[in-house]
């Protein structure tokens, strides 16, 4: 079952990056089918690399691909959901980290600093 789920995934994955490529192409033509001017075949190499991938999708294209990816996952059983327990360590584990660097700890206590001051002086001022 979970390999007919993944090749029924690939299947419109494929499907869609075809329709996707297409609607691309068909957009970028502003010559007459069949004839290529000479500046087309100069940035087809150049640009071959930006149709390619997940990230050069739209949005929407991306979304839809995840979320089959992400019910796939469900219906095999091998989704992880965060507990409370795991996503509290989780969240402790990225908060030792980025309290290593004190530079960047500073510059946080100088802006919470400042809008404390600031919120000091609205009070006095009313």
Aim: proline residues 2%; without cysteine; charged residues 30%.
């Amino acid at each position: 079952m979970a390999a007919e789920q993944s090749n029924h995934f690939t299947r419109d994955h494929e499907k869609q990056e075809r329709e996707h490529s297409n609607e691309s192409q068909n957009q970028h033509s502003s010559t007459t089918p069949g004839h290529k001017s000479q500046s087309d075949s100069k940035e087809e190499p150049a640009n071959r690399k930006d149709k390619r991938g997940f990230a050069s999708m739209d949005a929407q294209l991306q979304k839809q691909i995840a979320s089959k990816g992400g019910r796939a996952a469900h219906a095999q059983g091998v989704a992880h959901e965060f507990n409370s327990t795991e996503a509290r360590e989780a969240g402790r584990k990225g908060g030792v980290a980025v309290s290593r660097n004190r530079q960047h700890m500073a510059e946080i206590g100088k802006k919470g600093g400042e809008a404390a001051h600031n919120k000091r002086k609205k009070d006095t001022s009313l």
